[in-house]
């Protein structure tokens, strides 16, 4: 982190775009929010026929006008960021660049304008920035690290699911093909797989269901030890829940000597210089 | 809060109507929840056809005694409370107004009786009222206040299936798209964002379902991921529940010496310094 | 509980069929798990037609050896308790008689056999019995409980899933008649309250679905709220779980001067009695 | 165990195939990872019929490889295990055989490649065998543990789920043939309690749906009344691994004067005592 002198403007501009601490900063995200939204909504709207034949062509012109906005925003962000290649590489900074590159990469001539609605939608990600508006970053922040605390046993736990299905969808395969293999709906081992996660996370859409008896009972075996192994990573989750709001709790008492934090409630003498608290 | 002299019927009339601690309030209330039940039955019954041509002039008729005991009702409440326009304008102000208005204003002329069945049923939100009569009041504060305190993590979470449906949906309508662009269930992003919404909350009607390899595939991906996402802010519930849980049983006891709280609502001496509570 | 004097082998008898302490006692709530049990395979398996006309005499002969067997159970519980009469009104008693009164009653010519199906299932309800067996009572007492004090919750969160459903359908009900009056499956408010119900709850069987944007809009808007909601009680449970966890484990820790239980476990003095632990 | 003087090559041996400390062992799991996940892929692969019919060849050279690798690794383990039948008879023993047999027995003519599917798809639970990789061996314990030490209340609650959905299934097998005895879907009791698990663990098909009134009343209360159910089992899951985490922080600090628990790991003094830990 190189600390070049720098012109004010840049420093003004980079607390406008990038903090929202002062009133312009908080401004320009709620401006920034709105454009996502609007332009968001249009990526949407233009896929709905009736709507495109009517307001095709002001689609058209919301979406340039946001896209032109987006391309200044870009530039703005390059400008003003201390070390534009580190943005320019970051998570969010490919995010905003594909909030505009594929209007201008899909009017020069590839392909239709609808097959990038895809990395067009990805623009919403960045709603995720405009969360420090509302001071949710702690909140996020939270949910994020009970999630990461229990990264391993969501590994884990994916892992048995997978197996899981995958034992449940060839030995549906095999059942319900004998009972009728021309017309099974079981038609191969990755469409059983599929019918397999859609049954055993309680979606069950019912495009694909079981018709033979040994079918049916291997089915709600299947749905019963499905759900029964589904409430096992919930639990962790909370404990991990539970834990983090302890901690914060416990981190308020602080030793009036030594001034080391993060004391349990109900300590009465400190943990590490044993004067009382 | 101003304290005018007033005739001692209407403090009575007050007690009966607006409380539970007396027998005759507690009849009203009684009296009232019927009222609302059989209101809001009549409601649903007119609609269903088989009925409504045979005892279709006794729902008119119940509708009609019941709206004039509602009427009666918002008068009386009117009358006995201290400030009318406060209690006119409060939420329950306009969801009594709303149980008898619409029966009214469709007599009069204003499109047929059946379109005000949606205003008309707003008369169940009343029920809430009436849950002082079984002491469950601290309860539905105690769960409000649960959903109140994890609200930050409720609106990120719902941030993050609002992203998570949108760019799947915008993935969903292309991937089947390609594959059959005439047939296929996913005509619009819309579409297919209802389409992420009903599986990822594992609903999953089956009305729409993926028909393309690619499409299963993703679905499956969808499904795991919002299982996976689902769970987390249940945990969160759960960790403000047992914190509210912690925090009431801590009001009952702390030691006036060492300040040391969460003793048993038994204890006669402190369990960390020995003093007597 | 008047103390007569009684014959020996009644209390013997009681001893067998009322506990689970004694060799015999236990065989002899194996024999009757396994008699329940066979005789509900009966009474399912006679409802497919392809087995009942092929085993037909079979289920015939083993509904009548078993309702025999259970008329004598019956008797030599009426006769081995203490007080007959209450045994006859308790709850397990009506189980008990209704698990073979409704064989008798089809037999000499009430209807067909098999209306009585649901009668007939209900001996199931006496496997409840057997968990004392093995050594379930403490952790179904535990889940009951946990059950018990969160009934508060329960109801007020039944009365708000209620009132939503209510009005969601009535809501559903005039959206989806205004498109297309004639085919919408919304036919009444009922049916969109079942809808409603099996949406709410993430059943979703698709036999009723919105065809309207509008409808869709508030399927999905439903779809969250119900979703939002479905996980307090979730969380309220939790926490009941982990109090009913943690008191139990409280209780381990003995004043050894008062002999007072139900200490916290990092007490250093007794709460009671002031001295220390 | 008996400590024989081993050649120096088993010992070498056993630690690259039985442990994951070396690099070479880490290699192994590596490669024996990729193994199981192609050649499970294979078997899904070959039973759709397009992938067949282009690179059945291709998927016959993989399986055959593999399945002769799987053979030599099995020989090699009886080799260098301690007790080649404690091996051979212990889980993960016959689950190594089973990972090649089927192959050579379908190769000698006893039915059809495919009817083997269902065995072959058990060489995937070797992939537990590799969680020692990534340590996530503790993880696992963690959630095994969680779901055996609540073994007693997933017996109980799946009691009560297997007693409702058996009654429930009765019912509306009566329900529904009244109205039409002919057309109803719940044709026999054992296809409705079908129905009935579907229904109460919310997966919902839709494949059978109450047509009556009655019966969707009676549908409508499964729903609800499952729901209230399932939702206990989480929270006594939510408590156990509350429990879990407690009982690993608690094994790190104890003081050795008063025996107080829960200390911080970063903690020197007891915060009860105020003694050096």
Chains 1, 2, 3, 4 share one sequence.
């Not at 229990?150 to 899981?164: E, P, S």
């Amino acid at each position: 982190m190189e600390h070049q002198p720098r012109a004010a403007w840049r420093d003004k501009l980079h607390e406008v775009i990038f903090e929202a601490d002062t009133r312009a900063g908080q401004w320009f995200d709620i401006g920034l929010l709105v454009a996502i939204l609007i332009s968001v909504t249009v990526v949407c709207l233009e896929t709905v026929e009736d709507l495109q034949s009517v307001y095709g062509v002001w689609f058209y012109y919301a979406e340039w006008t946001l896209t032109v906005l987006f391309t200044i925003e870009y530039a703005l962000r390059l400008i003003c960021v201390r070390r534009p290649l580190g943005y320019a590489t970051s998570f969010y900074g490919i995010v905003d660049l594909l909030s505009f590159l594929p209007t201008y990469v899909s009017s020069i001539g590839f392909g239709r304008f609808g097959s990038f609605a895809v990395v067009r939608s990805f623009r919403l990600l960045r709603v995720f920035r405009v969360l420090k508006l509302i001071n949710l970053t702690s909140e996020s922040e939270d949910l994020a690290g009970a999630v990461w605390r229990a990264r391993g046993k969501i590994i884990v736990f994916l892992a048995v699911v997978f197996i899981t299905v995958t034992i449940a969808g060839a030995a549906m395969y095999e059942v319900e093909r004998i009972h009728d293999p021309i017309e099974t709906q079981f038609t191969s081992i990755p469409q059983s797989i599929y019918w397999a996660i859609v049954t055993m996370t309680t979606v069950g859409y019912g495009d694909i269901v079981p018709h033979t008896t040994l079918g049916k009972l291997l089915s709600a075996l299947l749905i019963l030890v499905g759900y029964s192994l589904i409430i096992v990573p919930t639990g962790f989750v909370s404990a991990e829940a539970v834990e983090s709001r302890k901690k914060r709790k416990a981190l308020t008492q602080t030793c009036p000597y030594c001034m080391a934090e993060g004391h349990l409630s109900d300590a009465v003498y400190c943990r590490l210089c044993g004067k009382p608290l």
